[in-house]
């Protein structure tokens, strides 16, 4: 099994202050209107072109590979099954060597129809501002700040990874799951934190949760709000951290919690290992958005990448591409507008006015496609899960893989959970 990455500090990376700043410096950055719900008259030149924005560098890089190998094989796929009205689907060069904003001027200039990234949130805006003024839709694979729903882009941006709050309800589960009663929140201060812990406490209290106070903490100083949760008695306790979990969990032991007890959010999974004391994590459980990638979908990347070492993304990545050319086929057009307009429908979603109820799921281009002589509306399930797309370009359906720790502190893989529509 390759293994899956999730560096949750790096995609989100300076999110409290930079996406904040523009936020509110571009709010009517981009073309106005949602051309996600919005028709579209054919415009295209006939040849759908896919392009990839690589933006992870540094100790990072590694994560371009995986989804460059997953966009080859969705292509692969899609031109095996027929391309895009009998034409092959392209995809363009990719430019890892440049920011973000340059590759995206870069896809404009090569006729990009789609295109697909970035994984860091910080970088959504510089793609969203070049990009959606020309009309072509963004999918990131990996993007999950909150505020990214209502960011202003037109209609031009979705994204096949879940948004951070949407592990709210599956922590509550866990812990209601565990036998919990009570639980508290002892929470990372910042955007992260307190926009997870409000959904926790949110979700807990409506499965009948009783939700003790929350304690925040700042990274490497974490004692005096573990030692508050362990005064509480509470059931269970939910952490929700990033880089300062690994003081969090110390303190969380000092103070007398019991690995049984803790529940992690994304940000905090992590093989533990020597860096906590023997046990400390026995017991403990933690979640990672999307699902392990199957080992005939890994054979397919290594097919495409026999070097490949890590598989982050590259499910989503390979959603993206295939729900892109899945839209361009309802619309039997290639532009950018006819594929914003038509990603809702073939993702099972219902954020379009008149939306019926999802048709069964469809797993793979050619089956979907088949759908769609038969009706206008399919819903495309893949590597990644089940998407349903809503109003904002969000998935409404998201899946967790649900890991339990050892006593080694080391996590194996103990099921999953699905936040939102049941795939």
């Given at each position: 099994m390759i293994p899956v990455h999730r560096p949750a500090a790096r995609v989100r990376s300076a999110l409290a202050v930079s996406l904040a700043a523009v936020l509110s410096v571009t709010a009517c950055a981009g073309a106005g209107g949602n051309a996600r719900v919005q028709s579209a008259e054919a415009s295209g030149d006939g040849v759908l072109r896919v392009g990839l924005l690589l933006d992870n560098s540094g100790a990072n890089a590694f994560l371009n590979a995986a989804q460059l190998a997953a966009a080859k094989v969705a292509i692969q796929e899609i031109n095996a099954a027929g391309g895009h009205k009998g034409r092959p689907v392209e995809l363009l060069p990719v430019h890892p060597e440049q920011d973000t904003a340059a590759?995206?001027?870069?896809?404009?200039?090569?006729?990009?129809?789609?295109?697909?990234g970035p994984t860091d949130s910080g970088h959504a805006a510089a793609a969203t501002d070049v990009l959606s003024r020309a009309h072509v839709p963004v999918i990131s694979p990996a993007n999950t700040a909150a505020a990214l729903s209502t960011r202003a882009s037109g209609g031009y941006y979705f994204r096949t990874a879940a948004a951070d709050v949407a592990q709210g309800?599956?922590?509550?589960?866990l812990a209601k799951d565990g036998g919990a009663a009570t639980i508290s929140v002892l929470?990372?201060?910042?955007?992260?934190?307190k926009e997870v812990s409000a959904a926790?406490?949110?979700?807990?209290?409506?499965?009948?949760?009783?939700?003790?106070?929350?304690?925040?903490?700042?990274?490497?100083?974490?004692?005096?709000?573990?030692?508050?949760?362990?005064?509480?008695?509470?059931?269970?306790?939910?952490?929700v951290a990033r880089d300062g979990a690994q003081d969090a969990l110390a303190e969380l032991h000092n103070a007398g919690v019991a690995g049984s007890k803790l529940?992690?959010?994304?940000?905090?999974?992590a093989r533990y290992g020597s860096g906590l004391g023997s046990g400390v994590l026995d017991g403990a459980?933690?979640?990672?958005?999307?699902?392990?990638?199957?080992?005939?979908?890994?054979?397919?990347?290594?097919?495409?990448?026999?070097?490949?070492k890590d598989v982050s993304y590259a499910a989503e990545t390979f959603d993206a591409v295939t729900l892109a050319a899945l839209a361009a086929a309802r619309a039997q057009d290639?532009?950018?507008?006819?594929?914003?307009?038509?990603?809702?429908?073939?993702?099972?979603?219902?954020?379009?006015?008149?939306?019926?109820t999802p048709s069964a799921p469809c797993i793979s281009y050619k089956e979907c496609l088949g759908g769609l002589a038969a009706g206008p509306?399919?819903?495309?399930?893949g590597e990644s899960g089940p998407v349903a797309f809503d109003s904002n370009g969000d998935i409404t359906s998201a899946v967790f893989s649900v890991f339990r720790y050892g006593a080694d502190n080391n996590p194996v893989p103990a099921g999953r959970e699905t936040a939102g529509r049941a795939g």
């Amino acid at each position: 099994m390759i293994p899956v990455h999730r560096p949750a500090a790096r995609v989100r990376s300076a999110l409290a202050v930079s996406l904040a700043a523009v936020l509110s410096v571009t709010a009517c950055a981009g073309a106005g209107g949602n051309a996600r719900v919005q028709s579209a008259e054919a415009s295209g030149d006939g040849v759908l072109r896919v392009g990839l924005l690589l933006d992870n560098s540094g100790a990072n890089a590694f994560l371009n590979a995986a989804q460059l190998a997953a966009a080859k094989v969705a292509i692969q796929e899609i031109n095996a099954a027929g391309g895009h009205k009998g034409r092959p689907v392209e995809l363009l060069p990719v430019h890892p060597e440049q920011d973000t904003a340059a590759q995206a001027k870069g896809l404009v200039d090569a006729k990009a129809d789609v295109a697909i990234g970035p994984t860091d949130s910080g970088h959504a805006a510089a793609a969203t501002d070049v990009l959606s003024r020309a009309h072509v839709p963004v999918i990131s694979p990996a993007n999950t700040a909150a505020a990214l729903s209502t960011r202003a882009s037109g209609g031009y941006y979705f994204r096949t990874a879940a948004a951070d709050v949407a592990q709210g309800p599956v922590l509550a589960k866990l812990a209601k799951d565990g036998g919990a009663a009570t639980i508290s929140v002892l929470y990372q201060e910042g955007s992260y934190g307190k926009e997870v812990s409000a959904a926790v406490t949110e979700a807990a209290r409506g499965s009948g949760l009783t939700v003790l106070p929350a304690a925040g903490f700042k990274p490497g100083n974490a004692a005096d709000a573990a030692h508050s949760a362990a005064k509480a008695t509470p059931d269970a306790v939910v952490l929700v951290a990033r880089d300062g979990a690994q003081d969090a969990l110390a303190e969380l032991h000092n103070a007398g919690v019991a690995g049984s007890k803790l529940i992690l959010s994304d940000g905090g999974f992590a093989r533990y290992g020597s860096g906590l004391g023997s046990g400390v994590l026995d017991g403990a459980r933690a979640i990672v958005p999307g699902q392990l990638p199957t080992a005939a979908f890994q054979a397919k990347l290594l097919a495409v990448d026999p070097t490949l070492k890590d598989v982050s993304y590259a499910a989503e990545t390979f959603d993206a591409v295939t729900l892109a050319a899945l839209a361009a086929a309802r619309a039997q057009d290639d532009a950018g507008r006819s594929i914003a307009a038509n990603l809702i429908p073939v993702s099972g979603g219902t954020g379009i006015p008149g939306a019926g109820t999802p048709s069964a799921p469809c797993i793979s281009y050619k089956e979907c496609l088949g759908g769609l002589a038969a009706g206008p509306d399919i819903n495309y399930d893949g590597e990644s899960g089940p998407v349903a797309f809503d109003s904002n370009g969000d998935i409404t359906s998201a899946v967790f893989s649900v890991f339990r720790y050892g006593a080694d502190n080391n996590p194996v893989p103990a099921g999953r959970e699905t936040a939102g529509r049941a795939g």
